[in-house]
């Protein structure tokens, strides 16, 4: 991996070892704040009917997997400008599709968010990414790593799967 | 304009360090489409900077020369040879030229491609040809050619296409190219899931601008300088970080990807805001940064 992140400081939120191991991998440091690059893996929510989730389990969803992402963003992106840096941003979680409506509906938004910011955030030198997978293994924590990297310097604003099925 | 000062630009590392090690490739042939300038040329360099030996395939014998001698300079082995990739019988006798000069094709990068920006009405049949059965039914032609292959010799592999930026949004001004790039990328998934179970995955980069010694952009008077401030990432691409990108895929580090479009654009292709700049049809902006005249 050629030292991909050497010498960045990287905060994960959320759980993905396969992330974590790449990233230290990639010469990364982990960090809690004043990161260079922010990542966010929104858990995978249950599988349900959407006239059997409850507006409780709907709004966990969309919390964990639209609104947390979007403050947790906008937090990283003004402590990039007050540092006068440019950073990165990825977001991680299941594909469209693939569990409940809720999931349908805060993964379609945060793709559109993800190409929304992408482009705000362009000349502040941050970009934005998302991959949304069922891989959970060490090629989901190789691309992230690459994607966050410098080496995709050129890619913002872009949403990605890894599997077929994605 | 220029970029503003205070603008930041995101850069990628120089063309000499490439994100994988210098043998992630070695022992391996790569077939390169239209790799003898160009993002081809790009294509196949990175493939040489991670060890694999490179077979440039062209319709300029000539060109794919050129290109190969670029390459060996990275001290792989390379072969050039020309072809037309809308004929299956040009295809698999390149093939067989291919792996006779350098051993069996473990690795494909579909990358020829014809554009030139012309109005629709002005497009004739033959230009309509061209432009879509290069990128089309070449890609088809060249993958099927691949893919048999190595099913043949139980053997699974790596594809990687070159699709364009502009294929989710539409091109005004260059139709031939907006359904061709398009077609490439929609059948690298199904590509993809037909060949999942022999282990031969297919990918895409949309690729941005990158420009280049023959890109149409490239050759504006004032070069591509004027074009900066027009990207939101600040910049036009690198075309070394392209070439990394494409044959990233292609790695066992992204062994589990498969069927995927990556855009690579700097945000190009996105929208910047609810209303557009005033609405000039194509006819009608010749003299534009992707006219004609």
Same mark, same amino acid.
């Given at each position: ?26 010469? =990364? ?42 403050? &947790? ?26 569990? &409940? ?46 994607? =966050? ?11 990605? &799967? ?5 | ?29 790569? !077939? ?8 081809? !040329? ?45 004929? +299956? ?27 030139? +920006? ?7 049949? /033959? $230009? #309509? ?16 050619? @691949? ?5 043949? $010799? ?13 294929? #989710? ?13 398009? %077609?490439?990328?929609?059948?690298? *998934? *199904?590509?993809?899931?037909? #060949? ?20 149409? %952009?490239? /050759? ?19 075309? #070394? ?37 005033? @609405? ?14």
């Amino acid at each position: 991996m050629n030292g991909w992140l050497a010498g960045k400081c990287v905060a994960i939120e959320g759980d993905s070892p396969a992330i974590v191991s790449a990233f230290e991998a990639a010469g =990364a440091t982990l960090v809690e704040d004043e990161a260079d690059i922010w990542v966010h893996v929104a858990p995978p929510t249950a599988t349900k009917p959407a006239h059997e989730l409850t507006h409780t389990e709907w709004r966990a969803s969309m919390d964990a997997g639209l609104d947390r992402r979007f403050l &947790g963003a906008k937090d990283f992106a003004a402590s990039c400008r007050a540092r006068g840096q440019g950073g990165a941003v990825l977001f991680v979680g299941a594909p469209e599709q693939a569990l &409940g409506a809720d999931q349908a509906a805060a993964a379609g938004a945060l793709g559109n968010l993800t190409k929304t910011l992408g482009v705000e955030w362009a000349r502040d030198g941050i970009r934005v990414n998302s991959i949304l997978t069922h891989e959970t293994g060490d090629t989901l924590g190789y691309i992230a790593a690459y994607i =966050a990297s410098d080496y995709a310097a050129y890619v913002t604003g872009a949403v990605m &799967g890894i599997t077929l099925d994605d | 304009m220029p970029v503003p000062a205070h603008h930041i630009v995101a850069t990628p590392p120089p063309f000499d360090a490439p994100p994988y090690p210098v043998d992630i490739f070695a022992g391996h042939t790569v !077939l390169v489409t239209g790799g003898g300038s160009g993002m081809g !040329l790009a294509m196949a360099k990175a493939f040489a900077q991670g060890g694999a030996n490179v077979v440039v395939m062209g319709r300029s014998i000539e060109r794919a020369q050129e290109g190969a001698a670029e390459i060996a300079k990275l001290g792989v082995r390379t072969h050039a040879m020309s072809g037309d990739v809308r004929l +299956p019988e040009a295809v698999a006798a390149a093939f067989d030229e291919a792996e006779e000069a350098l051993g069996p094709i473990d690795l494909l990068a579909n990358n020829a491609g014809a554009n030139f +920006p012309v109005l629709a009405e002005d497009i004739s049949p /033959n $230009a #309509w040809n061209a432009v879509t059965r290069i990128a089309i039914d070449g890609t088809f032609l060249c993958s099927t050619e @691949y893919a048999r292959r190595r099913i043949r $010799a139980g053997k699974g592999g790596a594809i990687v296409n070159n699709s364009a930026q502009y294929v #989710w949004t539409g091109f005004p001004g260059d139709a031939h190219s907006a359904a061709a790039k398009t %077609a490439q990328a929609t059948m690298t *998934k *199904k590509l993809a899931a037909d #060949w999942a179970p022999h282990g031969i995955r297919v990918n895409a980069i949309a690729a941005g601008f990158f420009p280049h010694a023959s890109s149409t %952009a490239g /050759n504006r008077e004032g070069g591509t300088e004027p074009l900066q401030n027009m990207i939101p990432a600040g910049r036009t691409g690198s075309i #070394w970080e392209f070439g990394w990108l494409s044959a990233m895929t292609c790695t066992p580090i992204f062994g589990a990807m498969t069927g995927q479009v990556i855009v690579q654009d700097g945000g190009e292709s996105l929208r910047r805001s609810l209303m557009m700049p005033d @609405y000039v049809p194509p006819r009608e902006r010749a003299d534009g940064p992707w006219g004609w005249k």
